[in-house]
């Protein structure tokens, strides 16, 4: 079983940056894919990125990708998303999850495993 807990979330205006954490618990941890979603209000939860159990493979929406960065520390149990040039569009509550499979996937039926969340607001 693994409990995944996100933070870093916040209030920030247009151009600014955030750096998301997740912290996982659980010794299989390093076997898993991670992944980060987004939603906002009224919307579906959407797919931003997500990165291969080793950290050498990873994917990203066409909406972040050369503003966001995916990265995991194994021997800390935590993945953390680098969010720059950030836009009003980019509001929601962003949703660490892990995925057994190992390797990064985009739909969110394919992750088990999913955090309470962190909420990002992007001012204008």
């Known amino acids: 079983q693994v409990q995944l807990v996100e933070s870093g979330g916040g209030l920030v205006q247009a151009g600014g940056s955030l750096r998301l954490s997740c912290a996982a618990s659980?010794?299989?941890?390093?076997?898993?894919?991670m992944g980060w979603f987004r939603q906002a209000p009224g919307k579906e939860r959407e797919f931003v990125t997500a990165?291969?159990?080793?950290?050498?493979?990873?994917t990203y929406a066409n909406s972040v990708n050369g503003r966001f960065t995916i990265s995991r520390d194994n021997a800390k149990n935590t993945v953390y998303l680098q969010m720059n040039s950030l836009k009003p569009e980019d509001t929601g509550r962003y949703y660490c999850?892990?995925?057994?499979?190992?390797?990064?996937?985009?739909?969110?039926?394919?992750?088990?495993?999913w955090g309470q969340g962190t909420q990002v607001t992007v001012s204008s």
């Open positions: 990165i291969s159990w080793s950290g050498h493979s990873t």
């Open positions: 999850a892990a995925d057994r499979f190992g390797d990064p996937r985009v739909g969110v039926d394919d992750y088990e495993h």
């Open positions: 659980g010794r299989t941890f390093s076997t898993y894919a």
